[in-house]
């Protein structure tokens, strides 16, 4: 970020930018740096400190031209730690070098849930594989079709099923907690993937959509950020690839590394906000019966090594019967799931062909409960749906963008989302 140089004589640490970590520049000894703001830095959740805090005094300079800050000594500042800006550690901060160190990606199975012909692939929690799968579940069991959408009343019909079951999925997002820091909530989010639960839930629809939050255990969620990137792969030989990448929020924490290029994330965002300030919290989660103490109406302290939980939903989807295959995926944060269940349901149920099922106008559930659709969704089944006592509002802006390939047969079709004017490539 933009930083104005003084003249070089004694390192001085200068720092400007209030929303963000700062950039260093060297200054005189005993002077301030000309044009540097005296404004305390604000630090990123990407740095372990949630917003909101404050520094009670100016960070001390990088003593070398190294790479990031030291937990502990100038020394272990060097070129060879990540590539990314000397800085000491912001105010409430406890990451480390070590804590990059020891950090090791996991590798675990993926879920599998039976839909009809198919096969659903999608990650565990804290992703959200498990609520994608719950949804699909539910809403097979209504066995919607082609031919029962085919007049407004069953377009209405389908809808409003489709919406009740998203707002029962969100009262369930709490099961998306990580199982590694939080063991109990293991079994907790496997329950998302029984048909039982699927049974009580589409015995809970009915006709209106006017009930109570309560009805769907619905509270405020966990933020979900928008800084996401999803890409579909489908090689010569068969094999599939769903990845989903993201920083959270738009440029993540503001921070990135000049000699790579990266962004750094923020995901730990999502772990500040999933307990508002003021808001009580119990020691850890304990499950009981189908809630979560704290859940949805209080929350639970973050722990160390904790990740957030997410939307991504990269997956596949295959039947062998019909020796067909679907790799699909979005970005767009919590509308993610939303999207890539409708481009699903569009796909495999309505008949769509795969750029139809994806460029189809699609709908959403917020954490009140309302109904936002996007610009171009049908009057007609908007006001069917408010005369079944759906509440809707508008959503600012959506980015929804879904990214898929699919093999029927000998065929190969690939789509890349028109919203985001990309283009699929193949050979």
């Known amino acids: 970020m933009p930083g104005r140089q003084c003249q070089p004589t004694t390192p001085r640490a200068c720092w400007t930018g209030v929303h963000r970590l700062c950039r260093w520049v060297e200054g ?26 404050s520094c009670s005094s100016p960070p001390s300079p990088c003593s070398e031209g190294g790479m990031w800050w030291p937990p502990s000594s100038a020394s272990s500042c060097t070129t060879a730690s990540c590539g990314l800006p000397c800085r000491r550690q912001p105010c409430g901060s406890q990451l480390t070098l070590q804590d990059l160190a020891k950090f090791q990606p996991e590798v675990v199975d993926a879920l599998e849930v039976p839909l009809g012909d198919y096969t659903l692939y999608s990650p565990p929690p804290p992703a959200g594989g498990a609520i994608l799968s719950f949804i ?24 409003h099923h489709l919406v ?21 909530l293991q079994n907790a989010s496997r329950d998302l993937l029984e048909e039982t ?39 010569e030989d068969g094999s599939a690839v769903a990845a989903t990448s993201t920083i959270n929020t738009p440029f993540g924490a503001m921070v990135y590394s000049p000699r790579t290029g990266i962004i750094l994330n923020n995901e730990l965002l999502d772990l500040c906000e999933r307990c508002p300030r003021g808001s009580g919290t119990t020691p850890s989660p304990a499950v ?46 919590e509308l993610i799931i939303s999207a890539v269940a409708q481009a699903i349901m569009n796909k495999l149920w309505l008949g769509f062909d795969l750029r139809a099922a994806i460029a189809a106008p699609i709908l959403h559930v917020n954490s009140k409960g309302r109904v936002e659709y996007e610009p171009s969704f049908s009057q007609e089944v908007q006001r069917g749906l408010q005369d079944r006592g759906q509440n809707q509002t508008q959503r600012p802006f959506f980015l929804n963008v879904v990214q ?24």
């Open 136 to 159: 699909l579940n539910v809403l097979r069991g209504f066995n919607f079709s082609a031919e029962s959408v085919a007049r407004p009343e069953g377009r209405v019909n389908m809808y």
């Open 28 to 53: 005189p000894s005993g002077s301030g740096c000309p044009g540097s703001s005296a404004a305390t830095p604000r630090p990123t959740a990407a740095m372990a400190a949630c917003p909101g805090r």
């Open 288 to 333: 009981n019966g189908d809630r979560v103490s704290g859940a949805p109406g209080g929350c639970w302290p973050p722990v160390p090594g904790e990740r957030s939980p997410s939307s991504m939903v990269p997956s596949i989807l295959i039947s062998k019967a019909q020796g067909s295959k679907l790799v699909i995926g979005g970005a767009g944060g």
């Open 404 to 427: 898929a390939v699919s093999q029927e047969g000998a065929c190969v079709y690939a789509v890349s989302d028109l919203r985001k004017g990309g283009e699929a490539a193949g050979y």
């Open 197 to 235: 639960l699927a049974q009580l839930i589409r015995q809970q629809i009915d006709g209106r959509g006017d009930h109570q939050l309560s009805h769907y255990s619905l509270a405020d969620a966990w933020g979900h950020g928008t800084g996401t990137s999803h890409v579909s792969v489908l090689g």
């Open 164 to 184: 009740e079951t998203l707002k029962f999925a969100r009262g369930q997002r709490w099961r998306l907690g990580d199982p590694r820091s939080h063991p109990k």
